[in-house]
Structure formats: structure tokens, C-alpha cells
């Protein structure tokens, strides 16, 4: 579903991401960790069409991103880290301006948004200004609507920040059905119990560098550490 070979991307001289390949099922959940400056959110704007890469490919579903970039993106729901949103419109009006740019039938859009918005606990707050929202509630705005025209693939940069105990269970159990029904989840966290809770399998970057992927015990054996968590895994793995 998400086909990534010899993705690179410099800036000047410096490889941010340095020939990354990566194959991701349909129906998978694949988690996507590394410390910081690894190059993870560069990877992320890359896949999903926001960043030209310096070169590789990247394919959505079959589609390439770099030939059919519109086509590609509409198999995508984005999700970034900070939920950047048209503050002076109301929830409902965000949605629909988000499920026109993606053609979603004005007939069903009255359904979808009040599910979705129902399903984030934001229905009781879908006629009121998005400046009025606190943290938690834009995200799960953000949220809902990369949702809303079905997409194949999900690509999501820190799902959990802002978000209290409930609604992380409610988005752990949400990505888990998603992924029920078929639907690919490239998921960036910090958070690494998160990534061992809901994981198919998880790739570790390292100054640009994929330098391990597969599941849990997997990363154990290449860490050559049985029985630990992922977090010390990571730290035997990303010490220099």
C-alpha cells in the first residue's frame, strides 16, 4: 500500500533522509520512531506529497506520488502534530471545507460530519468558532477530518499530543478497526508504549538512516536484548 525506494531528501550538502526503503501492507499498522532530528517528520511531508524529495519514489496505493501527486493524495488522511486550522470558522465549516477539497458527495457530508464529529466528542461544539477549542479538542478535529473521504492510507505525526487518557484509548482503539478494515496506518511517535500497544511492525530512523524494522521481538534479536521494552531496545539501537 505505501512503496518507498531510495527516498532521500538533502538540504545542500546535509542528507536529512538517506536512501530509505520501506514496503507497508494493506491493513497494517507500521510505527515509525527515532530521536529527534532523525528525519521522521521529513519522511512524513514526503510520503505524503508535501515535500519533494531529492530523489526516490514514493507510491500511494500503487499511484506515484511524483507523477499523479493529486491522485495519490486523495488516497491519503493526513494527520500532523500540530493541528493548524482556519481559527475563525466553526468545526462543521472546517469539515466541509475539507471534504470539498476532496470531493467528498455533498449529499452524505451531513452524515459523515456529524459521525465523525460525534465519534471525537465534538458534536456539542460543531457550530461554535475553532479559536474557542482548547489543544486536545483541534486535534481531534484534525482528526475527524482525515476521516472524512475514506481514505486508504493514514499518515499521522504524534497522533497522541494534546489528547487526554480517553481520547488516546479512543484513538488507539479507532486505528486498530481502521486497520480491520483494511486501512494503512504510518504512524510517527515519540511515544514508544503506544507504538508497542498498536504496532504491526516498527521502523526505527537514525540520523537519516533506517537502521532496523520488523516487530517488537524482532528489534530485540537486532538489539541482541531478549525481554526488554521497545524504549531500551531504541537506546541500544540509537547509541552512537
Given at each position: 500500500?505505501?512503496e518507498?525506494?531510495?527516498?532521500?531528501k538533502?538540504?545542500?550538502?546535509?542528507?536529512?533522509?538517506?536512501?530509505?526503503?520501506?514496503?507497508?501492507?494493506?491493513?497494517?499498522?507500521?510505527?515509525?520512531?527515532?530521536?529527534?532530528?532523525a528525519?521522521?517528520?521529513?519522511?512524513?511531508?514526503?510520503?505524503?506529497?508535501?515535500?519533494?524529495?531529492?530523489?526516490?519514489?514514493?507510491?500511494?496505493?500503487?499511484?506515484s506520488?511524483?507523477?499523479?501527486?493529486?491522485?495519490?493524495?486523495?488516497?491519503?488522511?493526513?494527520?500532523?502534530?500540530?493541528?493548524?486550522?482556519?481559527?475563525?470558522?466553526?468545526g462543521?465549516?472546517?469539515?466541509?471545507?475539507?471534504?470539498?477539497?476532496?470531493?467528498?458527495?455533498?449529499?452524505?457530508?451531513?452524515?459523515?460530519?456529524?459521525?465523525?464529529?460525534?465519534?471525537?466528542?465534538?458534536?456539542?461544539?460543531?457550530?461554535e468558532?475553532?479559536?474557542?477549542?482548547?489543544?486536545?479538542?483541534?486535534?481531534r478535529?484534525?482528526?475527524?477530518?482525515?476521516?472524512?473521504?475514506?481514505?486508504?492510507?493514514?499518515i499521522?505525526?504524534?497522533?497522541?499530543?494534546?489528547?487526554?487518557?480517553?481520547?488516546?484509548?479512543?484513538?488507539?482503539?479507532?486505528?486498530?478497526?481502521?486497520?480491520?478494515?483494511?486501512?494503512?496506518?504510518?504512524?510517527?511517535?515519540?511515544?514508544?508504549?503506544?507504538?508497542?500497544?498498536?504496532?504491526?511492525?516498527?521502523?526505527?530512523?537514525?540520523?537519516?538512516?533506517?537502521?532496523?524494522?520488523?516487530?517488537?521481538?524482532?528489534?530485540?534479536?537486532e538489539?541482541?536484548?531478549?525481554?526488554?521494552?521497545?524504549?531500551?531496545?531504541?537506546?541500544?539501537?540509537?547509541?552512537?
Amino acid at each position: 500500500m505505501i512503496e518507498i525506494k531510495n527516498l532521500t531528501k538533502k538540504y545542500v550538502d546535509f542528507p536529512a533522509v538517506n536512501n530509505l526503503n520501506l514496503s507497508i501492507q494493506k491493513g497494517e499498522i507500521f510505527g515509525f520512531i527515532g530521536p529527534n532530528g532523525a528525519g521522521k517528520t521529513t519522511t512524513i511531508k514526503m510520503i505524503s506529497g508535501i515535500l519533494l524529495p531529492t530523489s526516490g519514489t514514493v507510491m500511494i496505493a500503487g499511484i506515484s506520488m511524483k507523477d499523479h501527486p493529486e491522485k495519490a493524495k486523495s488516497k491519503i488522511g493526513f494527520i500532523p502534530d500540530r493541528p493548524y486550522l482556519y481559527e475563525k470558522l466553526t468545526g462543521m465549516e472546517f469539515l466541509k471545507f475539507v471534504a470539498d477539497l476532496y470531493g467528498v458527495d455533498s449529499d452524505i457530508f451531513s452524515k459523515k460530519a456529524e459521525q465523525h464529529l460525534k465519534m471525537f466528542s465534538l458534536l456539542d461544539w460543531a457550530d461554535e468558532l475553532i479559536e474557542s477549542y482548547s489543544h486536545g479538542m483541534k486535534q481531534r478535529l484534525i482528526m475527524a477530518a482525515a476521516l472524512l473521504h475514506d481514505p486508504e492510507v493514514i499518515i499521522v505525526d504524534e497522533p497522541m499530543v494534546g489528547l487526554d487518557p480517553v481520547a488516546i484509548i479512543m484513538v488507539k482503539d479507532l486505528f486498530r478497526n481502521l486497520a480491520k478494515q483494511g486501512v494503512t496506518i504510518f504512524m510517527s511517535t515519540h511515544t514508544l508504549k503506544i507504538a508497542e500497544d498498536i504496532c504491526d511492525r516498527i521502523g526505527i530512523i537514525h540520523k537519516g538512516h533506517l537502521i532496523a524494522t520488523g516487530t517488537t521481538e524482532d528489534l530485540q534479536r537486532e538489539a541482541q536484548i531478549s525481554d526488554a521494552d521497545l524504549e531500551q531496545v531504541f537506546l541500544n539501537l540509537t547509541m552512537d
